[in-house]
């Protein structure tokens, strides 16, 4: 996925109020003073735990729009170490629908048809693809961003969620009536850090999800994890990492 327009760089002052964030374009020579700073809009309700941090180099784009009050997006996150991170958590299913149609997912690759946004479960859900093929059971995707790596726990090691996540839980419920009705249900991490290379769910984040997560592996939920190739000029799902869940 080309991104919709050229992102520019800038360095992060401070995130807030949830929706915002005050940068530094790197057009500028230097912090000289308030004026300086543009705000552009955050697209990520979670934590963005190890995803940003003063003085960090971020990616954003401008949508050209004078009518939006803050017309920048903020896209990317650069860490110290020079691994790229999505924090605009609304591309990750942009990312999966153009992986699902080259038959990037291969798990996946039999299917045709593919739906977005289709209502379904007993607890007034939206799934984020519904996959369909003659002879083959609806296949249900609900895709998650994973962008959290903590190395604390090991080396490219990520998690999710980075939040307590209620919501998730009752995906993965929805999940799990799926595969009793005798459809096929997946659960799929779109990895949006170029540092992580496995993922785990996060117990000492959310326990309660974790529990629902077991729940779900041993009523048949599949559960997958494929990493993004992420640069200021593209993202592409590329390849399939490890789940490891104990």
């Known amino acids: 996925m080309r991104w919709s327009s050229p992102l520019q760089s800038a360095t992060l002052i401070k995130r807030y109020k949830r929706f915002m964030a005050d940068v530094v374009p790197e057009v500028m020579p ?14 990520n309700t979670g934590s963005m735990k190890n ?7 971020v990616w954003y784009s401008d949508s050209g729009n004078p009518k939006r009050k803050y017309p920048c997006t903020w896209e990317l996150s650069e860490t110290p ?11 990750a299913n942009r ?68 939040a307590v996540s209620a919501r998730g839980q ?37 326990g309660a999800y974790g529990e629902v997560l077991r729940e779900a592996l041993a009523s048949g939920v599949e559960v997958l994890a494929y990493k993004a190739d992420i640069d200021a000029e593209a993202i592409t799902l590329r390849q399939p990492i490890p789940v490891v869940i104990a």
């Not at 170490?81 to 591309?91: F, K, M, R, S």
């Not at 005798?182 to 959310?206: K, M, P």
């Open 30 to 43: 230097e912090l000289v003073s308030e004026s300086a700073q543009i705000t552009l809009h955050c697209p």
């Open 170 to 206: 009752k995906h993965l419920r929805e999940l799990q009536q799926m595969v009793a009705e005798g459809h096929r249900a997946v659960l799929l991490f779109c990895v949006n850090h170029t540092g992580i290379e496995q993922v785990s769910v996060a117990d000492h984040i959310d």
């Open 95 to 162: 990312i999966v629908k153009e992986a699902l149609e080259q038959k990037v997912v291969t798990e996946l690759a039999a299917y045709e048809s593919v739906k977005a946004e289709v209502k379904y479960g007993a607890e007034n859900s939206r799934i984020d693809f519904l996959l369909t093929q003659s002879g083959l059971p609806d296949c249900y995707v609900e895709v998650k961003s994973a962008t959290l790596l903590d190395e604390t726990f090991g080396k490219g090691l990520g998690f999710f969620p980075d």
């Open 51 to 57: 995803c940003m941090g003063e003085g960090w180099r």
């Open 81 to 91: 170490e020079g691994d790229l991170i999505c924090v605009n958590t609304a591309q």
